[in-house]
């Protein structure tokens, strides 16, 4: 495979502020998403486009020709129930085959699909199925059902729920029987490009959510560009056909943009809908991709989980000498005959293990929401797992960079994406631009989306800067930026992911707005303090107790001073408190995509954040 375009760089002042990289196809003038399953009937009908797990734990091929007879047949029955073109459909479900199914079916029905997270509270519901005007709702279970009954007063546009442990899907086929092929059809010839797909709410970290609008031309801007780049991943290079495995929410862009990316490229696509205990190993076991999708937790996780079982088998220095060896090998450019040697050692030994904690044949890992971080980023490239990370909003379709094939750079998100470009302001905020980027916010008054670009560049609210070659590396989000009473401007995000990486650490909130210095509230993983407390015999001891511990006290504050080795001296955090309570979506602490809620966390820790400077 040919490496990428080299980027097109403008330098400012010596320099690089704004980079684009051409797109790698050109854009689509017809026709729309709908269009997609259709496609793959007609040009492979056998192709195996899904994979679906059955009660019995086996997992049955879907074709190209038998999903587009689901499609059909589904669009049917919205079309019979009295959905009109441009209605909004809402999906809250977790991550399955039937959330996919619909939202290729409500497309085909000419239909605008609204996710909403299962797990979201019934005013977060009620809020988006308000502000969306919603028609009709799809809901997982009867629980979720409870949710939307509870506001319905307040939906007065709500005219349909289904729920799918009820047989939703059954109930619309058996609806559209009677409804003509031609239906459908005609439906599906009303869609541009330009028409719009989704409304899918951002996270609301600062306030209500708003509503996203993305086009069809959105999707397939960013699918078609991500699938020639990303060629390896998407495409069988072997006789091994490319797959993956979905647990990411289907409510949010990043798994949303690689399930339409999957249809796409025809890449058999398995959904599980849990990542609880043992059913996500269990899913991957069974399924066997060849690709993932993860946000940083989930790699981070597997890390550490591996870790700590070598430490209970008394091997956790040789996995610190093949965590070394691997990071040296992810990093090195053109490793030496001894790393060779080292690295296949271990690769029997340790690596090997990792893969088989991913399914066992996973060979590339697309990673997006947060930074994954250099040192776990070189392992997984030295344990045989090639990690992509990605940059991108919900505004931009997911994804506006990533790491180019054959040239990654760790610590930074890559290039542009094909056909986007990259700015940085005057204040160093990050400003994309491209087919991908969105149409606007929903105004719901008006029934539209307002533009929210200025001569199509969208600034994002994160900071950032260009290296030399044009690589991108996120600093920070400007409203997180904290301002020292001294006037010492700090950028929280290198600091918090830095920590976050540690095993101990499940959230890090770094404040110190008005403040003398900064100083943070370090939220400590369950399971990892649990194993901690069990290797050093520390049993008897209550996990509450543990935060006066000295030798708990003293690994943070290593982890802590490794930290601070990324920033200056005043933006060092001088202080921490351990907080055993972790922060979570229904404490009001994180947003469904796991984002910290930072006013939030101030607010309610307020007390332990002002005995941290108690003796300035």
Same mark, same amino acid.
């Given at each position: ?16 502020? !704004? ?58 029955? =919205?079309?019979?129930? %009295? ?10 479900? &977790? ?36 502000? @969306? ?104 290079? @072997? ?16 798994? &949303? ?22 059913? $996500?190993? @269990?899913?991957?076991? %069974? ?5 993932? =999708? ?16 070598? !430490? ?14 691997? +990071? ?34 996973? &060979?590339?890992?697309?990673? %997006? ?115 020292? @009473? ?84 005043? +933006? ?5 408190? =351990? ?32 005995? $941290?400077?108690?003796?300035?």
């Amino acid at each position: 495979m040919p490496p990428p375009a080299e980027p097109h760089r403008t330098v400012v002042d010596g320099r690089v502020r !704004e980079v684009s990289v051409p797109p790698l196809v050109p854009p689509v003038r017809r026709g729309s998403l709908a269009d997609l399953p259709y496609d793959n009937a007609r040009d492979a009908p056998g192709a195996v486009v899904f994979g679906r797990k059955r009660r019995d734990g086996a997992w049955a091929d879907v074709t190209a020709s038998a999903f587009a007879a689901e499609v059909h047949s589904v669009a049917k029955g =919205l079309i019979a129930e %009295g959905l009109r073109p441009g209605d909004r459909l809402a999906l809250m479900a &977790r991550t399955t085959y039937e959330w996919t199914l619909l939202d290729f079916a409500a497309w085909a029905a000419g239909l605008i699909t609204v996710p909403v997270y299962p797990t979201s509270s019934a005013f977060q519901t009620r809020w988006i199925l308000q502000d @969306s005007g919603a028609t009709a709702c799809v809901v997982e279970d009867t629980a979720q059902a409870r949710t939307v009954s509870t506001e319905r007063r307040g939906l007065p546009g709500l005219a349909h729920l289904w729920v799918l442990d009820s047989g939703a899907v059954d109930q619309l086929r058996r609806a559209g029987a009677h409804v003509p092929d031609e239906a459908v059809t005609a439906r599906r010839g009303l869609l541009t490009p330009d028409t719009l797909a989704t409304l899918i709410y951002t996270s609301g970290t600062t306030g209500r959510p708003k509503g996203c609008a993305l086009t069809h031309a959105n999707f397939l801007a960013e699918v078609d560009n991500a699938v020639a780049l990303l060629h390896p991943v998407f495409r069988s290079v @072997s006789e091994e056909p490319a797959s993956t495995l979905l647990f990411l929410p289907l409510s949010h862009v990043f798994g &949303r943009m690689v399930a339409i990316g999957c249809v796409r490229a025809r890449v058999r696509l398995g959904h599980a809908p849990s990542i609880e205990n043992d059913d $996500l190993p @269990s899913d991957l076991a %069974g399924f066997r991709p060849t690709f993932l =999708l993860a946000i940083p937790y989930v790699l981070e996780k597997v890390f550490h989980t591996a870790r700590a079982t070598a !430490e209970r088998m008394g091997r956790g220095s040789s996995f610190d000498r093949a965590a070394r060896v691997a +990071e040296r090998y992810g990093h090195a450019p053109a490793p030496s005959f001894g790393l060779r040697a080292a690295r296949a050692l271990y690769d029997r030994l340790v690596y090997r293990r990792i893969r088989a904690a991913l399914g066992g044949r996973v &060979r590339y890992v697309i990673c %997006g929401g947060s930074p994954l971080g250099a040192r776990l980023s070189e392992f997984y490239a030295g344990a045989g797992v090639e990690v992509f990370e990605g940059y991108g909003l919900t505004e931009t379709t997911a994804a506006s960079t990533v790491t180019p094939p054959q040239r990654p750079r760790t610590g930074t998100v890559g290039w542009p994406l094909p056909g986007t470009a990259v700015r940085i302001a005057d204040d160093g905020e990050v400003w994309l631009k491209g087919g991908h980027v969105f149409a606007g916010y929903w105004d719901s008054q008006r029934g539209v989306a307002l533009p929210a670009t200025t001569e199509g560049w969208f600034p994002t609210g994160d900071l950032g800067a260009l290296d030399d070659e044009g690589y991108l590396r996120i600093t920070g989000r400007k409203k997180d930026v904290l301002i020292t @009473s001294a006037g010492k401007n700090v950028a929280p995000g290198p600091l918090e992911d830095w920590l976050r990486a540690h095993p101990l650490v499940s959230q890090c909130v770094v404040v110190g707005d008005n403040r003398p210095y900064v100083t943070a509230l370090i939220a400590l993983d369950h399971e990892g303090l649990v194993h901690w407390r069990r290797m050093r015999k520390k049993d008897h001891i209550a996990l509450w107790e543990l935060t006066g511990d000295e030798e708990l006290l003293a690994t943070l504050q290593r982890a802590v001073d490794e930290a601070n080795r990324l920033v200056s001296r005043a +933006e060092s955090i001088r202080a921490f408190r =351990l907080l055993t309570t972790e922060f979570s979506e229904a404490a009001g602490h994180l947003t469904p995509s796991l984002k910290l809620k930072r006013a939030a966390v101030v607010r309610d820790f307020a007390r332990e954040i002002d005995a $941290l400077y108690a003796g300035e």
